[in-house]
Each structure stands twice: as C-alpha cells, then as structure tokens.
C-alpha cells in the first residue's frame, strides 16, 4: 500500500518583487512537480506591493490549484506576513523562503529529503554569498553571539530557506524582525533533532535588498538582544 503523501506549506511574502517572481515562480513549479511524497502547497502573501506582482501570482494561480496568496493592502513587513500565513493555515510542516530568487527552489528537494529522514528544522547554510565581505564578516559574528546565548553550535542560525514544524512556531507575539528568528525560536521549543546543509546563494538580478549594511551594524545586535529578552521572558514558549 502506498504511503499518504505528507502536507506541507512553501511560504513567500513579497514586495515589490514582480521582476524575479516571474523567473522564481516558473522554477518552483518544475521542481515540485518532480516531487511524489508531498502535498506542497505555496503561500503568497503581498506585502503591500505596487508592482504587478500581485496579478502574476493571481493568473497562475487560475491554473494551479495549490497556489494561494494572501494580500496585506500596505507594507507590514515580514514578520507580520508569516504570523498572518500561522494564523490562517495549519499543515505540519512549512518552508519559508525570499521572493529575491537568491535561493535555488532545487534546495526544495534536498529539504524534504531530510524531513523524509526525521528532521524537525532544517537550515540552509549560504555558504557562497553574494554579499560584500563586511556583510560576511557581520553574519559571523552574528551567528557566534547567538551560539554562546542559547548554548546551541550550528553552523548558521538565520537563512532564507528554512523548513519548521509548525507547532514549535508560537506567533502571537511575533513582532518587529522577528522572522528572522525563527529558527531559534523553534529550538527553544523543544526542536532536537536539527540538520544545516551548505547551498549556493545566487546574486540578486532585480530590485534592492531591504536589509543593508548600514542596519545590520546599528540595528543587529540591539534587535537580537530585545528578542532575546521577550525570549527568556517565555513570551514565545509554546
């Protein structure tokens, strides 16, 4: 007999991202076609976009039966879109992953493999970045201050494509740039069982990233250590 095919979400907010939508979208529905042990249902959610974002998504979505998009009238950040996909979807499990098409949906496959294998939080490591080298330098030292606070060694602690089990994400505190803490707030919950692989971070062909340099130096560390307060405070315990 036949095992049931496991549900799972791919989530993508976006703004503003019509441009690298248009070659993303394409690719994720190649890759998933490929893919016979999964439900993979994909979220949009627009993040108040003035572009034709929106409609590109809507018109796919005329042919695509698990394509579904959510839609905030003006820009609330990511953060707010993902709290909006938990409240209003409930599979077991769900992928997050940028609009900015910096992420190869290939890695989508080498995901699924691990959670085939019993991985609860699987994290991809960008291992070849298109970034500046300062911007290098200051995801390492994120990552050492975060591995002394919470007394966990991974080789990365932020990534754009991360797959969670839904119940260790509690969201009704979420607030400010939490999204990008995700991961830990799924350890805290009690995810033991945790696998990083390296992937290849592509360069950016359109639009601007919204998180530069100048904020990743004075907004970073006092950010983390404000989460990392409302953490301990138990305020994301499941």
Request: net charge positive; hydrophobic share 35%; glycine share 4%.
């Amino acid at each position: 007999m036949q095992k049931p095919r496991k549900n799972i979400d791919l989530v993508i907010p976006f703004n503003n991202e019509f441009q690298n939508l248009q070659i993303l979208l394409p690719q994720i529905l190649k890759t998933i076609k490929k893919i016979k042990n999964f439900n993979i249902r994909i979220v949009f959610i627009d993040d108040g976009s003035q572009d034709k974002g929106y409609l590109l998504i809507k018109n796919y979505q005329k042919k695509n039966r698990n394509i579904k998009i959510l839609r905030n009238n003006i820009k609330m950040g990511q953060t707010y879109c993902y709290k909006s996909y938990l409240k209003k979807f409930k599979s077991l499990y769900f992928i997050r992953m940028d609009a900015d098409n910096q992420d190869d949906p290939r890695n989508i496959k080498i995901i699924l493999k691990y959670l085939s294998a019993g991985y609860d939080l699987i994290l991809t490591d960008r291992k070849i970045r298109k970034h500046s080298f300062y911007m290098i330098i200051l995801n390492l030292i994120y990552d050492k201050i975060i591995s002394m606070l919470i007394d966990r060694k991974l080789d990365t602690y932020s990534s754009s494509l991360v797959c969670y089990k839904t119940n260790t994400i509690n969201y009704r505190y979420l607030k400010n740039n939490d999204h990008r803490y995700l991961p830990i707030i799924s350890i805290f919950n009690g995810v033991k069982k945790i696998k990083v692989f390296p992937v290849m971070h592509k360069e950016r062909k359109f639009g601007v990233t919204k998180y530069g340099i100048l904020k990743k130096i004075f907004f970073a560390l006092p950010e983390f250590l404000y989460f990392y307060y409302r953490l301990k405070k138990g305020l994301y315990t499941k």
